[in-house]
């Protein structure tokens, strides 16, 4: 029983770090979707960034949800700029998400960085890209808690 209270309170502050770096990687997209939308020079910049983030950190609709079609949108009103822009910041945000990340969390439980971005993109190919970046977190701190409690119970051993 002392050993499933252990688990449990260590996959709570696995789920704690998963929140802290899921906002350290918004934060981080929201600054590139700043300065992208800025030297696009799209009004109300800022404003409009926030709102990308905000939705980014949504499981399963991501910044691609907005970027996407704004691009298709400038591009068809022949503002090929623009639609660039919106296709490399909607580029950049995703490998930030898919690639930083993991090696964010993964640094932060205390498990190797790689083998969370495996992990990751293992349930990215198994389960789909949304789904298998929320699952592979999971996976992740079950890993690393199981881990953790190991080697706490060989040390007590």
């Not at 926030?50 to 949108?73: E, K, N, R």
């Not at 083998?115 to 990751?120: A, E, G, K, R, V």
């Not at 298998?132 to 706490?152: E, H, L, P």
Request: charged share 10%; hydrophobic share 60%.
């Amino acid at each position: 029983m002392e050993l499933f209270k252990e688990f449990l309170r260590k996959t709570g502050i696995g789920l704690k770090e998963y929140i802290k770096s899921e906002l350290i990687t918004s934060a981080i997209c929201f600054a590139l979707l700043l300065f992208g939308l800025y030297i696009g020079k799209v009004p109300y910049f800022g404003l409009i960034a926030l709102v990308i983030a905000i939705v980014d950190m949504l499981p399963v609709l991501g910044s691609g949800i907005i970027l996407i079609p704004w691009s298709i949108i400038a591009f068809a009103q022949t503002n090929h700029k623009l639609a660039f822009i919106l296709i490399i910041i909607f580029i950049l945000t995703f490998v930030i998400e898919q690639v930083v990340q993991p090696l964010i969390f993964g640094k932060s439980v205390g498990l190797k960085p790689i083998y969370t971005l495996l992990i990751t993109i293992i349930s990215m190919i198994v389960f789909s890209p949304a789904m298998g970046a929320i699952i592979g977190s999971i996976i992740s701190i079950i890993i690393a808690v199981i881990i953790d409690i190991k080697n706490t119970y060989n040390k007590k051993a």
